[in-house]
Structure formats: structure tokens, C-alpha cells
């Protein structure tokens, strides 16, 4: 089945950089946008009911001993580190993609480690399941120059004047709090006072 028009726009969108996290893994600075932000997109664009993923094989292909919180004075304690592979299908409308991932977890107890590996493994094939599906989803980030995410100026939320709009502890530190509760004030109802706050980050 063919995606509609909006569909296509809207897999064809530069990825938001509010949706992109980076993390230190092997020295380097690794980009990516986290399961939740990924199964929000799919549910934005194709809706809570038109689309599905499966674990089609999943398997521990590493489980071990190991020490936990070691510190320069603390010899650690014992623990346990375990590894799984993961292999995914999601299917929107009958296009079917896969995806493998891996998961690591790592706890005191055996349990608590293999669940953790589990549930990452899962959201890992995921993740790489609907990367295929366009930029929304992560497939911008395996570009090295980031090409298709948005600029963050041009995503914030427009402001009075050419600054960014200010929290209100930024606000109150600055003075400017009396301004913030006239505005309130001046509010008519929740509907007004939800759109003149529409600007003001949390």
C-alpha cells in the first residue's frame, strides 16, 4: 500500500534536534534519539493503530561474571554482565522492515541484567526497524554531516524579539516576573492562557 502524501512529507521532514541525544561509547561522541521519541514519531506520523512491531528471534549470546562500581579505593561488587541480539519487523500498512540491535545489561542480580539486555535489545532492532522508514526516525544521524537535522535556531519556539523566550526562573531571576503574571492576569480563559504560553519553555 502507498503512504499518502502526508505520510511522505512528514517521512521526508529533517529530523528535530530535540529528539537527538549524544552519549560517549569507545572515546567518541555517538549521536541517536531514544526509543520513546522513536514510538512517538511512528504513532505522530502513522497513527497508534496503523502500525505494529514483532520480535521475530531474540537470544543471549553472552552472560558472565563481573565486578560492578569499582572505584579507585573499592574493589567493586560482585555482579553480573549479560549480552542479547535482537531481530525486529514493523509493518505500516503491510511494508514490512527489519532490524538487529543488541542489548547490554549489567546488575548484582542475574535477573535484573538479563532483563535489562532484553528490553534494550528489543528497542535497539526497533529503533533500526523504522530508521529505514526516513529522517524522523534516526536515518539522518548515519549521515557524518547531520544534513537532514533541523537547525535548532529555526526549531525554537518564536519569542517577543530576536531572543529565545525565557523560562520563568530565568524570568524571575531577570526581573521580569511581574511582566509574566500581568500577562496571566490579562488571560481570558485556559484557551488564551495556554496560547500566550504557548513560547515559554519549562
Known amino acids: 500500500m502507498s503512504f499518502s502524501d502526508e505520510t511522505k512529507a512528514a517521512l521526508g521532514a529533517k529530523l528535530s534536534p530535540a529528539n537527538v541525544k549524544t552519549r560517549k561509547q569507545g572515546g567518541?561522541?555517538?549521536?541517536?534519539?531514544?526509543?520513546?521519541?522513536?514510538?512517538?514519531?511512528?504513532?505522530?506520523?502513522f497513527g497508534f493503530d496503523k502500525w505494529t512491531?514483532?520480535?521475530?528471534?531474540?537470544?543471549?549470546?553472552?552472560?558472565?561474571?563481573?565486578?560492578?562500581g569499582v572505584k579507585e579505593n573499592f574493589a567493586g561488587y560482585d555482579g553480573w554482565g549479560?549480552?542479547?541480539?535482537?531481530?525486529?519487523?514493523?509493518?505500516?500498512?503491510?511494508?514490512?522492515?527489519?532490524?538487529?540491535?543488541?542489548?547490554?545489561g549489567i546488575d548484582r542480580d542475574l535477573g535484573q541484567a538479563h532483563e535489562s539486555a532484553i528490553k534494550e535489545a528489543e528497542t535497539d532492532a526497533m529503533k533500526r526497524a523504522l530508521m529505514t522508514f526516513g529522517n524522523p526516525f534516526g536515518l539522518a544521524l548515519y549521515d557524518k554531516d547531520?544534513?537532514?537535522?533541523?537547525?535548532?535556531?529555526?526549531?525554537?519556539?518564536?519569542?517577543?524579539g530576536?531572543?529565545?523566550?525565557?523560562?520563568?526562573?530565568?524570568?524571575?531571576?531577570?526581573?521580569?516576573?511581574?511582566?509574566?503574571?500581568?500577562?496571566?492576569?490579562?488571560?481570558?480563559?485556559?484557551?488564551?492562557l495556554l496560547g500566550w504560553g504557548a513560547g515559554f519553555p519549562t
Request: charged letters at 25%; one cysteine or more.
Open 146 to 160: 547531520q544534513a537532514q537535522v533541523a537547525d535548532a535556531e529555526a526549531a525554537r519556539p518564536a519569542g517577543n
Open 82 to 104: 549479560v549480552t542479547y541480539l535482537c531481530k525486529a519487523r514493523v509493518i505500516v500498512d503491510g511494508v514490512a522492515r527489519e532490524g538487529c540491535g543488541a542489548g547490554h
Open 28 to 45: 567518541a561522541t555517538v549521536s541517536y534519539v531514544e526509543g520513546w521519541a522513536v514510538i512517538a514519531e511512528a504513532n505522530r506520523i
Open 162 to 192: 530576536s531572543e529565545p523566550p525565557k523560562s520563568s526562573r530565568q524570568a524571575k531571576a531577570d526581573g521580569d516576573w511581574p511582566k509574566v503574571t500581568a500577562g496571566i492576569a490579562e488571560c481570558s480563559d485556559s484557551c488564551e
Open 53 to 68: 512491531r514483532e520480535t521475530i528471534d531474540i537470544k543471549c549470546v553472552a552472560e558472565s561474571a563481573r565486578k560492578i
